[in-house]
């Protein structure tokens, strides 16, 4: 069975930085795309960026392109979000996902999620 699970959130002033971890343990994990979504109560959550199992990047938000870095640690088996220059509108809660697609920016087509870190950027 699939686990996911998310660290790293936490509460952080305007032009600081975090680094969200993601362990994913299961069987073939190797295979899976990864993702982090974020949700805030005004918005739907929305795809920020995923790697492929080869290590291809692909970033959803242009709000966040030379902020946020994915990468991913394949020894360890963990997925990393680094954020840095954080603002007040990246507050959210940030989920990590497994998808057995291509990266895409679809829920639904990522079928293991973890439960969230809350991310809280203030002024």
């Known amino acids: 069975q699939v686990q996911v699970a998310e660290s790293g959130g936490g509460l952080v002033q305007a032009g600081g930085s975090l680094r969200l971890s993601c362990a994913a343990s299961?069987?073939?994990?190797?295979?899976?795309?990864m993702g982090w979504f974020r949700r805030t109560p005004e918005k739907e959550r929305e795809a920020v960026a995923c790697?492929?199992?080869?290590?291809?990047?692909?970033y959803y938000l242009r709000s966040v392109e030379g902020r946020f870095t994915i990468s991913k640690d394949n020894t360890k088996k963990i997925l990393l979000l680094q954020m840095n220059s954080l603002k007040p509108e990246d507050s959210a809660m940030y989920y990590c996902a497994l998808t057995d697609m291509w990266c895409n920016d679809f829920l639904t087509n990522y079928q293991f999620w973890g439960q969230g870190t809350q991310v809280t950027v203030f002024p």
């Open positions: 299961g069987p073939n994990i190797d295979v899976y795309g």
């Open positions: 790697i492929t199992w080869s290590g291809v990047k692909s």
